[in-house]
């Protein structure tokens, strides 16, 4: 792709009903523990371990990097501390994330 196009959609046959089902209550649940964080182009997430467990937030980002895969997906995972998940991208990749993810931009 040239530049900062991208082609934004989702892959709804990339998981299965139960796998989407599961995804999306984990979706739910992450946007209820973490804090958000507003960038220029996507959002920045701050999550308690003891809320939300690395393996299960490194088990989301699988899938939706699945599911989206256009979309900009950074997790870092320290020993110690919050987790940070950073879901960016390019033009008009914010506003397909908070579409996706339910949330206001």
């Known amino acids: 792709m040239a530049g ?18 599961r995804h999306a209550e984990a979706t739910h649940r992450l946007l209820k523990v973490a804090t958000r964080e507003d960038l220029a182009d996507g959002f920045l997430f701050t999550v308690d371990p003891a809320d939300f467990p690395a393996a299960e937030l490194a088990e989301w980002v699988a899938d939706e990097s699945r599911c989206c895969p256009a979309i900009d997906l950074h997790l870092d995972l320290p020993a110690t501390g919050q ?18 993810l339910g949330i206001d931009p």
């Not at 987790?83 to 996706?100: H, N, P, Q, Y």
């Open 83 to 100: 987790l940070r998940l950073r879901i960016d991208g390019g033009t008009d990749v914010k506003k397909f994330i908070a579409a996706e």
């Open 4 to 21: 900062d196009a991208r082609i934004l959609v989702c892959n709804l046959a990339a998981l299965t009903v139960d796998q989407r089902a």
